[in-house]
């Protein structure tokens, strides 16, 4: 994982100057640890690791970290997660619309997230990354884990030319080896 953040830091500032100047700083291990019990949740370490190296991006900055969607400081990830949970049985009646266990820390600012999955909803993979469409009822599995997440942003970084970056980009392209689609149809049991 280390690794993977080094090369997007070096990526960052050498084709993204700005956008790397627009991300916040690290947050401290016991500023985690505060959020963790604030919130009852215990983070595995590789999630802990990115928000060692960025808090997420600044407010009032909307270009996109990865797939037209903005990097989120972990106090709003975990706020999100909460919030969204409640409204499981109540504005989301079906199994799997939203879970519990997905952490949105990548929003594209509409109510839809590329969320890190803490138990492995679908696949048993605990630390998957899944992207939720709020509005639609697909869920895909984008990425195994988050280190393989990032090495394949590397990828893109490696690859694209910094006057080729633009206000969307993605890297569909070289996640489709992972990529697996679930659709959400079933109601919730009461």
């Not at 500032?13 to 991300?23: D, G, I, M, N, W």
């Not at 985690?32 to 590789?46: G, H, N, R, T, V």
């Amino acid at each position: 994982m280390k690794a993977e953040i080094d090369k997007l830091t070096s990526h960052l500032k050498e084709k993204r100057s700005e956008y790397y100047t627009a991300l916040q700083p690290p947050l401290s291990e016991q500023k985690i640890a505060e959020l963790e019990e604030q919130y009852k949740i215990s983070l595995p370490a590789d999630l802990k690791e990115l928000y060692l190296w960025k808090n997420g991006q600044r407010e009032d900055c909307y270009e996109a970290f990865v797939n037209n969607a903005m990097f989120q400081p972990l106090e709003l990830v975990l706020s999100d997660n909460h919030e969204l949970t409640e409204m499981i049985g109540y504005d989301f009646t079906i199994e799997n619309w939203w879970n519990e266990h997905w952490l949105p820390i990548f929003s594209n600012g509409g109510g839809s997230h590329i969320c890190y999955d803490l138990k492995g909803i679908f696949t048993g993979e605990k630390g998957q990354l899944i992207e939720y469409w709020k509005s639609d009822d697909d869920r895909s599995v984008i990425a195994p884990g988050l280190s393989d997440f990032l090495h394949s942003l590397n990828q893109y970084y490696e690859k694209t030319a910094p006057h080729d970056f633009d206000d969307y980009f993605d890297i569909n392209e070289y996640i489709t080896a992972w990529e697996k689609e679930f659709i959400v149809a079933t109601p919730i049991r009461k």
